[in-house]
């Protein structure tokens, strides 16, 4: 997969795509949906995604709580195992928000990316204050020589798939109700960071992941699924993992801490991803370490059953 961040300085091989639109938190299934569209649209084209990074949302509002459910990287992984070729993952700044939708349409999609045509879902907004919808980015298409399909938004059970579903049930602990929703685990991605040894000591070393910027789930221990991305350890595994603040060791910030089954190695550095798949317990605060050890062989056996029927 080949990514392109400017708009403006984009090679010949990287024109002529089909591309989904949107912003693609989470890579759900109506977004999957979109980009199959992209695909059914025009077979011979590149399959692409254009989407914006930093999120307009976190542009418009950088003081606002986080709401991501993935960064750009688990973004661009899960697109490209969806056989996403190209990327055009534009910068998201003053002038690209300046632009009207007919802009927008003219110097981005048809001058500077030249799709051959575009996705959208029905409740697609683009362009200066949201003012573009769907139906004029068609009238468009049609002026300036790309072509434009514009997708039914996805249900299931009834219910209208979005990110904001997603993080709902996330934030109550229901992680399977939010995998029926994306097509997969929710998963938290990054690098492997220092810690302060707490797990060894206890007999649980554990790999310690950064949740900054990300929406946090309900803090508390899952069964998970880990895949470690690079690195001699490379490959997949089973774990719990416990997410939160650490309340028997004082104030602490946010983080997920993994320990892996039956592993042994040093991870620091390596890239992980960390698939939650069951609630097991909310955090809590024991009355010594000898409670809190039984605790953690309690999760962990009850880890390996769940992960065990999957």
Not at 13 to 18: C, V
Not at 107 to 129: E, Q, S, T, Y
């Amino acid at each position: 997969m080949r990514t392109i961040r400017d708009y403006q300085y984009v090679e010949a091989r990287d024109r002529g795509a089909s591309a989904a639109i949107g912003n693609f938190d989470g890579v759900h299934k109506g977004h999957q949906a979109v980009i199959a569209q992209a695909r059914a649209a025009s077979p011979d084209a590149p399959l692409g995604v254009l989407t914006f990074e930093p999120h307009p949302r976190e542009y418009f509002a950088p003081d606002a709580p986080p709401f991501r459910l993935m960064n750009r990287e688990a973004r661009a992984a899960r697109l490209e195992k969806l056989g996403v070729e190209r990327l055009y993952e534009l910068n998201f700044n003053a002038a690209l928000a300046a632009l009207t939708p007919e802009q927008f349409a003219r110097r981005v999609i048809a001058d500077g990316l030249g799709l051959a045509h575009v996705v959208v879902g029905a409740d697609f907004c683009f362009g200066k204050d949201r003012a573009g919808n769907a139906a004029d980015l068609r009238r468009f298409g049609a002026e300036m020589g790309f072509g434009v399909t514009i997708a039914e938004l996805l249900e299931t059970d009834g219910m209208q798939i979005s990110s904001t579903a997603i993080r709902e049930a996330l934030s109550e602990g229901r992680p399977r109700d939010a995998a029926a929703q994306l097509g997969h685990w929710h998963r938290i991605e990054g690098k492997v960071i220092g810690g302060e040894q707490r797990g060894r000591e206890l007999g649980y070393p554990t790999a310690n992941m950064s949740i900054d910027g990300l929406h946090p789930p309900r803090h508390g221990v899952y069964a998970v699924l880990v895949e470690v991305r690079d690195g001699p350890h490379r490959g997949r595994y089973l774990g719990a993992a416990s997410l939160g603040v650490r309340p028997m060791f004082g104030v602490n910030r946010a983080n997920l801490e993994t320990f892996l089954f039956d592993f042994s190695g040093d991870l620091y550095g390596a890239t992980l991803s960390v698939g939650l798949v069951d609630f097991l317990r909310p955090e809590e605060k024991f009355d010594s370490l000898d409670a809190l050890i039984g605790q953690m062989d309690a999760d962990c056996a009850r880890a390996r059953t769940i992960l065990a029927a999957l």
